[in-house]
């Protein structure tokens, strides 16, 4: 599979560079390792050597600088199991070419995961990479001081935002885990119980009000985590500047979707997304002999010349009040596979496109 995406990707190329939004490793790896006969103390020396053979291959394959976020399933403890300042992090830092020329990154990565470099093209714009595993609700490693590198972190990107603002700078914010709810975990849990969210609650607080401060020079933030074709969009329903967050489809299956990955093409000048398109592999109409194809574009698809803030902003209100634009969208949100979202669990879904906290999501998932 992963030759096989790699594959196809070059076939769309040439690229500027490549955005990964983490989990290099297979869900339930350390597990998968002991049941296969690995020994769990030999497992983080398998974990990393999986990872870089991971990074490595898509720098190679693809020759542009590739900036990858880490995700839950990539450490050498296990699922969630970020451990700041590790051999695993030192390995990666030694290996990711985007980090060669850059001691300063180089470092912040070796340190807990995390990094910013500029574009690699545009001026006056930067790329932040964040390591937002620190900030989930299932991660719960402190320093061996009992320090909290989550803290540490959010401390470290309020400075680079403050830092761009002064110079004038546009940010790209690159992360696995995205801010606000878990749309898929909040319905299954039902009506009765409290929503769920991504991230710890002081985490969530703290950053939304760096994008409430900061969201005029962020042009964009990309996500994974959840395998879907999804978008957030900070700042749709309040004064401040709206904050896309584009959450890219998985090329792992595991979790019902077929298997994905998308281009985006943007202004040489202003950096500005002007286009987005996939392209995928479905699995149940191709036979012994699957073939990637284009899923959709999302100009033709939705009706959009461009992806702005405020044409995704209008594009959540479509799909929460229009059932025709709700249908397109749940038709690609599981890359042309069955869909979750159904006649009656939408709203979960919706209204996790605009509503970060707990009590203003729970108020719209249930006005319905």
Not at 161 to 181: D, F, N, Q, R, S
Not at 212 to 233: C, E, L, P, W
Not at 247 to 271: E, K, Q, R
Request: hydrophobic residues 40%.
């Amino acid at each position: 599979m992963l030759k096989s995406a790699l594959s196809a990707a070059v076939a769309q190329g040439p690229f500027d560079f490549v955005i990964g939004s983490g989990d290099y490793l297979r869900h339930g790896f350390q597990s998968a390792f002991v049941k296969a006969g690995g020994s769990l103390n030999d497992f983080p020396a398998f974990a990393t050597k999986t990872a870089l053979f991971v990074i490595n291959t898509e720098q190679t394959t693809l020759g542009v600088p590739v900036y990858a976020a880490l995700g839950n399933n990539d450490s050498a403890s296990g699922d969630y199991g970020m451990d700041p300042g590790s051999a695993f992090l030192a390995t990666l830092a030694n290996s990711l070419q985007v980090l060669a020329n850059d001691p300063r990154a180089a470092a912040d990565f070796r340190t807990a995961g995390f990094y910013e470099l500029p574009h690699p093209t545009l001026p006056v714009k930067e790329i932040v990479v964040l390591n937002t595993v620190l900030w989930s609700r299932f991660y719960s490693i402190l320093g061996s001081d009992g320090s909290d590198p989550g803290a540490a972190e959010i401390q470290w990107l309020t400075w680079k935002l403050y830092e761009a603002k002064t110079l004038t700078h546009k940010i790209i914010l690159v992360m696995h885990i995205p801010p606000g709810i878990d749309a898929y975990t909040s319905w299954r849990r039902g009506d009765c119980e409290p929503p769920i969210q991504f991230w710890q609650d002081r985490y969530s607080i703290q950053f939304l009000e760096l994008m409430r401060k900061y969201g005029d020079i962020v042009q964009i933030a990309f996500a994974g985590h959840t395998h879907m074709d999804d978008f957030r969009v900070f700042g749709a329903t309040g004064n401040a500047s709206p904050v896309v967050f584009r959450m890219t489809p998985a090329i792992s299956p595991i979790f019902g979707n077929n298997p994905a990955f998308s281009v985006l093409n943007y202004d040489g000048h202003s950096g500005d997304i002007s286009d987005i398109t996939t392209y995928y592999l479905n699995l149940a109409n191709s036979g012994n002999n699957p073939q990637w194809a284009l899923e959709y574009r999302f100009p033709s698809a939705y009706g959009y010349s461009s992806l702005t803030a405020m044409n995704l902003v209008a594009l959540a209100a479509g799909i929460h009040d229009d059932p025709k634009v709700r249908q397109v969208f749940a038709g690609y949100y599981s890359v042309s596979a069955p869909s979750p979202i159904t006649l009656t669990n939408w709203p979960f879904y919706s209204c996790a496109q605009t509503r970060f906290m707990s009590a203003d999501y729970r108020s719209c998932a249930h006005s319905r």
